[in-house]
């Protein structure tokens, strides 16, 4: 089971490249290591499961979490690709697609983003980021979060499946977005609707989710 990772969220001006190479060094390579040891073993005795903790957001990026969406992406691109060399030797990968978790980790990532400095960025940029994102996120978390236990719960279930499957998305709030994603090929309507909930209707978002 692959469950290192690190978060990141703010304007991009904000963020150092030194910053978001520890990042995909962590969230991504910390993988490709752990699967480069343990995959030859498993392909010589032709049997085993790779359980991966992806993110919803290695399927849909969300605003702000362009580094983080990066590197779950990236993680979600090399287990694709990789499954199905894996499967002609019984070995099966299986990706666990939480959305938030409301752990320590969120609680240190909103801490950073408010004592962070956003200089580096234009004014705009800095109030979209600190009075509407960060808002609606805790909202979200708060709604929508699930708890560490409910997330090992069904990571048991990928691991104790008789047939693994590929991806397991442990949040049903979280379907429509990926189905709206999958349904419009050009991106507009993912991108519209993620723009009018942000900018046009955040207010109604926000009552939503209450």
Do not use: W
């Not at 940029?125 to 719960?153: C, M, W």
């Amino acid at each position: 089971v692959s469950n290192a990772g690190v978060g990141m969220a703010g304007p991009l001006e904000c963020q150092s490249l030194a910053a978001m190479q520890s990042l995909m060094d962590t969230n991504f390579f910390g993988l490709v290591r752990l699967v480069k040891e343990v995959l030859p073993d498993m392909k010589r005795r032709r049997g085993g499961h790779i359980v991966v903790i992806s993110s919803i957001m290695g399927l849909q990026g969300i605003v702000f979490n362009d580094i983080y969406s990066a590197s779950k992406f990236a993680v979600e691109g090399f287990c694709e690709s990789l499954v199905v060399q894996a499967l002609r030797f019984n070995v099966a990968i299986s990706l666990v697609e939480p959305g938030p978790v409301m752990t320590e980790f969120e609680t240190k990532l909103y801490e950073e983003a408010e004592r962070a400095d956003y200089s580096r960025t234009d004014p705009e940029t800095a109030e979209i980021f600190t009075k509407l994102y960060l808002r609606n996120s805790r909202d979200v978390f708060t709604s929508l979060g699930q708890t560490p236990e409910d997330i090992a719960e069904h990571t048991l279930r990928v691991i104790e499946a008789p047939r693994p499957p590929f991806r397991h998305q442990t949040n049903v709030a979280y379907t429509p977005m990926a189905a709206l994603k999958h349904a419009d090929p050009s991106g507009a309507l993912i991108t519209d609707a993620f723009y009018q909930l942000v900018f046009k209707y955040d207010a109604v978002l926000r009552f939503g989710l209450r």
